[in-house]
Each structure stands twice: as structure tokens, then as C-alpha cells.
């Protein structure tokens, strides 16, 4: 497969699953109605933020796939942090689990810390790439935490 296929692939997974979920939850968006905590963004930042997260997700994994031994441990991290991450909204959103959202984002906070080590161990500019994920990520976690104190 030509390096061009291998990135559109590598984009276009995470950045289209992201987009299905997306329309999954659209009926079921109650951001704006629950009391926020400090620095909440406004609803209109968290599909664009996705979006180039997705972005970044796929194109590091384009460049584990072309430049580095793509072995199945990689795999499996890239896909089950995926899996968790598209399922975090289905959780929080539609069925306003706040509780079990914020246990599900801890555990894709791990996962992609573990996945950022293993990609940094394979390929620099591939790990760093999934930083901002990272940071995002952590970011998130604060919100659903404080939006699950907030609104009990």
C-alpha cells in the first residue's frame, strides 16, 4: 500500500468513527444546559478540537504504520483507546452516566498515556503527535468531573 493510502487510512478511520458518534449523540447534547465549572469552553470548540485530535490520532498512526515495526501490542492500544474514546460521549451524553463517563475517561487517560510511550518508543514525531490528545484528554476529564459535583 502507497504511504499516501496508508495515511488517508490511518486519518480517515478515527476522523469518520469520530463524525458517527458525533450524529450518535447531536439529540442528545446537554452541555450548555448543565452547570459548568471554571474554564468550560463553549460548546461550539469541542467538535473542532475532535476533529484535529482525530486528525493528529490518525496521521501518528500513518507514521507508526510507514516508518516503524507496526507490531500487534500498538494495535491494540491505538484501537482500544479508540474504541473508549467514541464510547465516552455515548456514555456521558446519551446516557447521562456522568459518574461512569468519569471512570471511562481515567481509563482512556491511562491508555493514552500508555500509548504515547509506546508510540514514542517507536517513532519520536508519532508520539508527540498524540500530546495535545493527551492534554485535551486530561482537560476533559477535569470537566466531567466537576460537571458530575455540579450536577448531582
Known amino acids: 500500500m502507497s504511504k499516501?493510502?496508508?495515511?488517508?487510512?490511518?486519518?480517515?478511520?478515527?476522523?469518520?468513527?469520530?463524525?458517527i458518534?458525533?450524529?450518535?449523540?447531536?439529540?442528545?447534547?446537554?452541555?450548555?444546559?448543565l452547570i459548568q465549572p471554571a474554564f468550560s469552553p463553549p460548546s461550539i470548540l469541542f467538535p473542532i478540537v475532535w476533529?484535529?485530535?482525530?486528525?493528529?490520532?490518525?496521521l501518528?498512526?500513518?507514521?507508526?504504520?510507514?516508518?516503524s515495526d507496526l507490531d500487534s501490542d500498538i494495535k491494540k492500544i491505538y484501537y482500544s483507546q479508540l474504541i473508549i474514546n467514541?464510547?465516552?460521549?455515548?456514555?456521558?451524553?446519551?446516557?447521562?452516566?456522568?459518574?461512569?463517563?468519569?471512570?471511562?475517561?481515567?481509563?482512556?487517560?491511562?491508555?493514552?498515556?500508555?500509548m504515547?510511550?509506546?508510540?514514542?518508543?517507536k517513532n519520536k514525531v508519532a508520539g508527540i503527535l498524540q500530546i495535545p490528545y493527551l492534554i485535551w484528554t486530561a482537560f476533559a476529564t477535569y470537566l466531567n468531573l466537576f460537571i458530575y459535583l455540579l450536577n448531582k
Do not use: E, Q
Open 4 to 19: 499516501f493510502k496508508i495515511y488517508l487510512k490511518s486519518i480517515l478511520i478515527p476522523v469518520i468513527l469520530g463524525g
Open 21 to 33: 458518534v458525533g450524529l450518535i449523540i447531536s439529540g442528545s447534547i446537554d452541555y450548555n444546559s
Open 51 to 58: 476533529t484535529l485530535l482525530y486528525f493528529l490520532m490518525g
Open 60 to 67: 501518528s498512526y500513518g507514521i507508526i504504520t510507514i516508518y
Open 86 to 114: 467514541l464510547l465516552w460521549p455515548i456514555i456521558f451524553f446519551v446516557m447521562k452516566s456522568r459518574l461512569l463517563a468519569l471512570i471511562w475517561i481515567v481509563l482512556l487517560l491511562i491508555l493514552i498515556i500508555i
Open 116 to 121: 504515547i510511550a509506546k508510540f514514542y518508543k
